[in-house]
């Protein structure tokens, strides 16, 4: 039978059913929400979808609660929300129906439940502190679920659903980005391990865009590559390669001698004509042209081996 209906719990809402309303109103655009705990709406049928309400998970019979005794949990024993329920059984169908291609589904489905699913099954189930959680990545999801509230002295009768509606198209929006960039760093991984294989026992690495690079570095175990060129507009820039995503530190940065030097200062510290711009904290340079921009890095290599 036809889903006519998508069914959660009236009320305030939170990060959990909201972007299950995300991913369910894009694979069933023509179902309706139904926010209630009217028995009658809330039981299974074959017509609706029913989550975070409803006292039972059963994914045959199409309902998804997390708050009966015991809750779901996961592989690795972490309770699931009703997020985490609709993301495991819905999520690779949404992807799709973003135009994921099918080769990076299961990557994409993997890393946005780690990054994102995960954090919020775990805070609504009361599994780990909003103090320790506040960091995680997939917390911005909450944090901005719940400014979109309505105040708590907003006498409107329909307050709730009202914001709940604002929210959801908001939501949707935000998670389609996500998804995007995810989708975006799997497809950049296989033009920068491409290119790993083109520079051969080079310390330069040449792309053809500014794009994610450090993590396909790492998966190709790539350590004799230390800097990377690629074109930025009418100009090239010339990049060092952090150590980790959490600090400055790179392989090798820039020659001290450059730092902070723009145009005819920085041709004549480099002896490189083109050469347009050194940062401070020497982990990018600019030059205007490749072979610029080639000759600033072949420098910057014979300066980091000694």
């Known amino acids: 039978m036809r889903i006519t209906h998508l069914v959660t719990h009236s009320g305030g809402f939170h990060a959990d059913e909201l972007l299950s309303s995300v991913v369910l109103t894009r694979l069933y655009p023509h179902a309706e929400i139904r926010r209630s705990r009217d028995r009658d709406w809330i039981s299974p049928a074959a017509d609706r979808i029913v989550f975070d309400v409803g006292g039972a ?3 045959e019979r199409q309902i998804f609660d997390h708050h009966q005794k015991p809750g ?17 059984h819905y999520g690779r169908a949404y992807l799709a129906a973003l135009a994921v291609p099918d080769a990076d589904i299961e990557a994409i489905h993997a890393e946005f439940d780690a990054r ?24 911005t999801l909450p944090a901005l679920i719940e400014s979109l509230k309505p105040p708590f002295d907003d006498p ?5 659903d009202d914001a709940f509606a604002r929210a959801l198209g908001i939501a949707s929006r935000f998670v389609e980005a996500l998804v995007g960039t995810l989708a975006a760093k799997v497809r950049a991984e296989g033009i920068v391990i491409d290119a790993i294989a083109r520079a051969g026992s080079s310390a330069i690495l040449e792309l053809p865009t500014g794009m994610p690079y450090r993590p396909a570095l790492e998966k190709a175990g790539a350590d004799h590559i230390l800097f990377v060129v690629h074109p930025r507009g009418d100009d090239w820039t010339l990049n060092g390669i952090k150590l980790a995503e959490d600090t400055f530190e790179q392989r090798a940065d ?5 730092a902070g030097l723009t145009d005819a ?23 205007s042209s ?8 072949e420098i910057a290599v014979r300066e980091a081996r000694g």
């Open 57 to 59: 998970y059963d994914a």
């Open 72 to 88: 779901p949990k996961r592989a690795g024993g972490e309770p699931l929300s009703s997020f985490g329920l609709i993301w495991m």
């Open 116 to 139: 994102y699913v995960l954090p919020i099954d775990l805070l609504d189930n009361g599994a780990m502190e909003p103090s320790v959680a506040g960091p995680l990545a997939g917390l």
């Open 156 to 160: 409107s009768p329909t307050a709730d």
């Open 254 to 258: 820039l020659p001290a001698a450059w």
């Open 265 to 287: 200062a920085l041709e004549e510290a480099s002896g490189v004509k083109g050469a347009k711009f050194c940062h401070t904290a020497r982990f990018i340079a600019v030059a």
């Open 290 to 297: 490749r072979p610029a921009i080639l000759e600033m890095a």
